[in-house]
């Protein structure tokens, strides 16, 4: 038995990737359009409306102009924008995040791929709230820097062309980016974080870092418990680990890049009463691509990691 997929997009950066998933299996067949089809809109309907799984890599605006071009109740969707991470009867595509997360993905016509950066933020601190570890209305601060390849085609070339002229660069100064209303949802918080992105000359891999000053926590959690907490967060997953706090050294941007894996560690100084939870993963493999195609096995019924690379 095959699957066919319509990859909404496939010429973006994380089309791409998707597609070099999913190449050579068997059972996935793609469903593709000429280049001069692309963007002939009865072209794209036909596509859309004759795959079984459609994955939209298109912004927020032409995603939901896909959505609606699907008429039928066969085709399922999984969608890469931000357009629908928040929004109603839309499934939340992090496996991980929730018990039972992975079924409601299984089960659902309709789901919104998470953001690179909320992806490390949420493994990192959805367990602790969970656990009561960190209260509902703490607030919070997550500082993250990403590859510039999470820019898409304009920032890799302003990169690669030196046009950049930096190795390192902050944005979302005014703290109104588009992805803390997904992590303010889906950690189940009652603020919104304060959240510092930046971006590195260094064209793939993340860093997400949240610091938290457990001295001042209601509970006064220690370090033992919070690594705990999200050791057993995450013990049957195959894609997420919890590095051992004997093994911390430094961490780089590297760390995970080219990979669908993602690390968690607790750091910190137990005497002082202070951590800071570091999440390293690929922004386009468990922050983008990755996911989806891990979203696609979940819906279709295949090997969850299949396609994957670990």
Not at 130 to 141: E, F, M
Not at 203 to 209: K, P, T
Not at 248 to 270: F, H, K, P, Q, S
Not at 274 to 282: E, F, G, H, Y
Request: charge should be negative; include cysteine; aromatic fraction near 4%.
């Amino acid at each position: 038995m095959t699957v066919a997929i319509f990859i909404d997009g496939a010429v973006g950066t994380t089309g791409l990737e998707i597609a070099d998933r999913l190449g050579g299996r068997p059972e996935i067949a793609l469903i593709a359009l000429a280049d001069n089809d692309r963007k002939d809109p009865a072209k794209r309907a036909e596509a859309l409306n004759a795959a079984e799984f459609v994955i939209l890599c298109l912004p927020d605006d032409a995603a939901r102009e896909a959505v609606a071009m699907i008429d039928n109740p066969r085709t399922r969707v999984i969608d890469a924008s931000t357009a629908h991470r928040t929004a109603d009867g839309w499934t939340y595509g992090f496996a991980e995040v929730e018990p039972g997360q992975t079924t409601a993905i299984a089960e659902a016509p309709r789901v919104s791929n998470p953001g690179c950066y909320p992806t490390g933020f949420l493994a990192l601190v959805r367990p602790l709230v969970r656990a009561g570890i960190v209260p509902h209305d703490w607030p919070l601060t997550v500082n993250a820097v990403s590859g510039y390849s999470g820019g898409g085609k304009s920032m890799i070339a302003e990169f690669e062309t030196g046009a950049a002229a930096t190795a390192y660069r902050a944005y979302a100064l005014r703290l109104a980016h588009k992805h803390v209303a997904e992590m303010q949802k889906h950690a189940r918080i009652a603020h919104p974080p304060i959240f510092t992105p930046a971006v590195a000359n260094s064209y793939r891999g993340m860093i997400v870092e949240v610091p938290l000053p457990l001295h001042a926590l209601p509970r006064r959690p220690t370090l033992a418990a919070c690594e705990a907490a999200l050791r057993e967060a995450y013990r049957d997953s195959p894609l997420i680990t919890v590095a051992d706090s004997g093994d911390l050294a430094l961490v780089t941007i590297e760390a995970d890049a080219a990979t669908d894996r993602m690390t968690l560690r607790v750091c910190g100084n137990a005497e002082s009463g202070q951590a800071r939870l570091i999440a390293t993963l690929d922004n386009l493999g468990k922050g983008a691509s990755g996911a989806a195609v891990q979203n696609l096995n979940i819906m279709a019924g295949l090997d969850p990691v299949a396609g994957l690379i670990l």
